[in-house]
Structure formats: C-alpha cells, structure tokens
C-alpha cells in the first residue's frame, strides 16, 4: 500500500506531513471555505467531538450506545470549605489497572471562571516501576468529549469497554505510562465531584489540567516537580491550548515544557454552523452537542444565557436527559427531529459572543506547542486548525504543525504517537523546541 498521500476532490495533493510550506497561503485561502463547510456540515457526526474509537483499540459493536455507569459512592461528598488550588481532597485506589501500572481516583481543590473555589475529580496513573532520578516526568492530559454530567468524568471506569472513560485510558494515557511518564487526567469541573459542568468552557478546563499538576506536586512524591507537559485531542486540544495560555498567569510556579494540541475544539465558527443545519430536516447528530453545550453554559453564565436564549420549549423540556447519560447516548436521544425541533432558528447572537470567547488565542502562549491534525477529520473541520496555526504562528509562539493527510479525527492520535512522542523526549531533556512557522 502507497503511503503517498491521496489527492482530493480538485485533483491537488495535500501538503505532506509536517509540511508547513504553503500552510499561511491555505490558511487564508480557505478559512472562508472553511466556515461554509461548517454550515454545510455532515450531521451525521458531532462537529467538535465525539467519543473516539482508537485504531489500536477494539470498536464497540455498529450501533452500541456509551455506557452511563453509576457514580460511585467515592465522590458522594460533603462540599469542603475553601482550600487553595491543588489542596487534595481525599484519593482510593482503581482496581484492574493492567499490570505494571497504578491507577488512582482523587478528589481536588480548583477554581472556577469567577475565581471561586470548586472541587474537581481526576485520575492519576504512573508505572509500578522504581521511578528514574528526580521522578517520573508528568503528563496533564485533557480529555476529549464524554458527555456533561457528573456520571460521565473519566476517572470513575476507566477499565469498563463502551464507557465513557475506556478509550481515552486505553489510547491515549497508557501509551504515555509506557513511555515512562505519569499522567494525571482532570475530569473538569462537574463531571465525578459535584459542580457545574464546563463543557467547553476554557478558561475553567485548563484551570483545572493546572491544578490537578498542582495536586500531584504535593501529593506524589516520585514524580518530578520540574518536567511536565500538557496533552490533549479534540476538546482536550481546546483544554490544552487554554491550559497553556493561562500558565504563566494563573499558575507561574510550575515549569511546564510545552503542550500538544491534537485536532482541537475551535469554536469561532460554530454557530454559523448550527445556523446552517437549522435548514435541514432531518435528524442531526450535531443536536445532543448544542444541547450539551446549552446544559453547561446556562449553569457557567447564568447572567448571560439561559436554556431558553438557545432552545425552544421542547429543547427545555427535553434538557434532564443531557444529564442523565453520556457519550453517545447524548446524541442517540436527539435523533427523533430535525435540530430546529429543539434549537432555537435563528442562532443567538449570545451564542456567537460565548463561543469567541472560548476559543483559545487571544494571546501570545509563554511555551512550546506541537499541534497536528488528520485531512480526513469529518469531526474537527481541518481548515480551522490551519487557520489557529497561522494565528498563533503570527503571535510569535513557537509551533511544529504536523499535517496527516490520510487520517481522520481518532487516527490522528495515533498517527502522530511517535512524532509527538519524541518531542515531549526533547522537552524534558531540555532540547530547544522546533518550530515550523515561517515568520519566525
């Protein structure tokens, strides 16, 4: 099998991986085509994320909903008073971690978009083995989407096929526990111990990746308080960009070597796009995410919005399922009319404020970025990546774009495993950060 890279519609070849001559010119060329791809999307998948199949993973039968477990009993608990962020709460651990690894749920102190103090879950994994000198390097990682509600955090089963949490532990944090590496994952905030949800919301999502290093710094002794990367895909790609963002000001006493942005959750566009599928008539995989983002940024901004601004009467009454189930299930139970059955027509103007504002890249990001995406992600529109790599590039960050031209939205995990692999070797050894950007 060729590994030439296929031509598209109009007969051009993509760039090559890790291309970026011709990135500024295709970048601007089709941002515009970009956005209209938006309102035109496919509604048979969600435009920001979905619960992703890994290549080196088994899939879940056709058809096979997400499991919504029960929450155990481990985060049934009494609000604690205030505590600065990073305070653990209380931990235990996962039984039927594989062997050589130790999983541990835990319980933190983190802070909100209004500067109050939250409690939020997470998961902690390391290797059983004696950690190298100075400890295990650690990576925070953001997790792609698994739904809103407190039934749907990653790190309640974690070794349960069709979970919520299943793939993102078995593709995307043991491949980083077999390189060495501890990795911490936040549930955010609302999803394990109580709270609001914050789907998508980031400037609380990397506030809470912050905080859960914050927690392992004091809590874990054989990890290494001074090499850290942050790691995240698809929501977890617009987690990790604002964890990065926010670094310097919001946590500066930790050294954090850089983060890995995969196929990320940009917003900017994403009213347009729900705009355009109110036309449509038949049932849109994209109404369980407006609804999950209508869940969460009602209970974030409730000054601002409420379920009404964006649903319609029967949108609102149907909104408790969104917190009932997770993963597919959330999308499964908006099947049965068109989106303009529950989203309001036309789209709020309040919709397009919020979305801007959770989008990561409104300043210059005091680290080094790896970012990479798939040409045949039917989940994150490939042109808004291109267009947040030109953006960032013309910020003066430093960034190494990795193009994969024959993968989608999962395969670009692992397509690009070894290439990003290596740089988080690079980071931690202290090697200077590559940078692809042709202004620089």
Known sequence: MSNQPEADDSGQLPPPEGSRAG??????AVIVVGVIALALFSPASPIIDSPAVPQNVASPPQNAVTLTPPIPSFYDIAI??????????????VTGSP????????????????????????????????????????????????????HCGISQTPFLPNSPSYYTYQAQILPLVEQGYAVVATDY????????????????????????????????????????????????GQSSAFAAEIASEYAPELPIQGAVVLAPGLLPSLPLAVQGLLAGTQPSGQTGFVMEIAASWSRIYPDQMSPADILTPAGVAKLPVVDSVCGNQVFDAFQDGPMSTYVKDPVPAIFYTLATEN?????????????AQGMKDTTIIPQLTLAFDKQLC?????????????????????????????WIKDRFNGNPAPTNCTNQ
């Open 23 to 28: 990135h500024a010119v295709i970048a601007i």
């Open 80 to 93: 604690p008073p205030p505590a600065a962020p990073g305070t653990l709460v209380k931990s235990e651990p």
């Open 394 to 422: 013309q910020m003066g960050n430093t960034v190494d774009f990795h193009i994969y031209p024959n993968d989608t939205h999962p395969g670009v995990v692992v397509a690009s495993r070894d290439t990003v692999q290596s």
């Open 359 to 371: 989008t990561p890249g409104s300043k210059r990001i005091q680290m080094p970025i790896i970012m």
């Open 99 to 150: 062997a050589g690894v130790a999983s541990t749920r835990f319980i933190y102190h983190s802070t909100d978009n209004n500067n109050k103090d939250q409690v939020v879950s997470g998961l902690f994994v390391k290797p059983t083995t004696a950690p190298p000198a100075g400890g295990f390097p650690l990576i925070t990682l953001t997790h792609g989407t698994t739904g809103t509600n407190q």
């Open 189 to 236: 905030q609302g999803m394990g111990a109580p709270g609001n949800p914050s789907y998508l919301v980031g400037q609380i999502e990397g506030r809470n990746a912050l905080d859960a290093v914050r927690t392992v710094h004091t809590w874990q002794k054989d990890v290494n308080p001074n090499k850290t990367v942050i790691w995240g895909h698809s929501q977890g």
